[in-house]
């Protein structure tokens, strides 16, 4: 199956740093989405992002699917920005076992007051 | 909209025992997915469906079981319960494939 791999696994930053998060894949994928794991373990939709650049606020992504690869930048860390970052990728063709996101083992951010 | 939504959110189970996370959706999508999650560890897809009548399994689904009678509800049932089931259960819905999903807001199980 498609292979996900995120980048750096833990990050600590001070508040106001930007940080930058990284997303390499396998194989072509059709769908690809970014998530906040919040510590009280929600999981929030980020951006859905197959391809090309998405601004909302101070988080950005952007998403090579030529080169397999996908940048999520935050801008001006607040602490509330703490918390896991994942990946999924959704793989390109249908039927079977591509139903499914298959998600990447997460960025943990630490963001200090 | 609630999106969706899954009961309970922390249970205890003793070894041996069975039971059934609820999981419904008010989005009208056709599909559904349940995932689990273990420390430190992505998600991992337990079963899915595409459809009311329609379910398969993903990449870890022994010891579970799902049903999809209505478009709305995707209930997921432990049998036997086993310590290595003890996990964070997520359930997801899209409108197809290839689309943005979205999350419930988990049910923690713990199994002793």
């Known amino acids: 199956g498609i292979q996900v791999e995120q980048s750096p696994p833990d990050l600590i930053l001070q508040e106001g740093a930007n940080s930058t998060l990284r997303c390499n894949f396998s194989?072509?994928?059709?769908?690809l989405q970014w998530f906040h794991q919040n510590p009280w373990g929600q999981l929030i939709n980020l951006f859905y992002?197959?391809?090309g650049t998405k601004q909302n606020g101070r988080l950005s992504a952007t998403t090579v699917a030529t080169e397999r690869y996908s940048l999520l930048y935050i801008s001006s860390s607040q602490t509330t920005d703490s918390g896991v970052y994942f990946c999924a990728v959704e793989m390109a063709g249908s039927g079977g076992s591509n139903y499914k996101l298959t998600f990447g083992k997460g960025t943990l951010l630490t963001v200090n007051p | 909209n609630a999106g969706v939504t899954q009961t309970p959110k922390f249970r205890i189970l003793k070894i041996g025992q069975s039971m059934t996370l609820q999981c419904t959706q008010d989005?009208?999508?056709?599909?559904m997915y349940w995932y689990r999650q273990d420390p430190g560890m992505g998600l991992k897809l337990i079963y899915y469906s595409v459809g009311a009548g329609i379910t398969d399994k993903g990449e870890v689904p022994n010891g579970y079981n799902v049903s999809r009678s209505t478009t709305e509800d995707f209930p997921l049932r432990l049998e036997l319960a086993a310590p290595s089931q003890t996990s964070v259960y997520f359930c997801?819905?899209?409108?197809?494939?290839?689309?943005?999903?979205?999350f419930g807001q988990g049910t923690r199980l713990t199994v002793v």
């Open positions: 194989d072509s994928v059709n769908n």
């Open positions: 992002i197959p391809s």
């Open positions: 989005m009208n999508h056709n599909y």
């Open positions: 997801a819905s899209s409108w197809g494939m290839n689309t943005e999903a979205f």
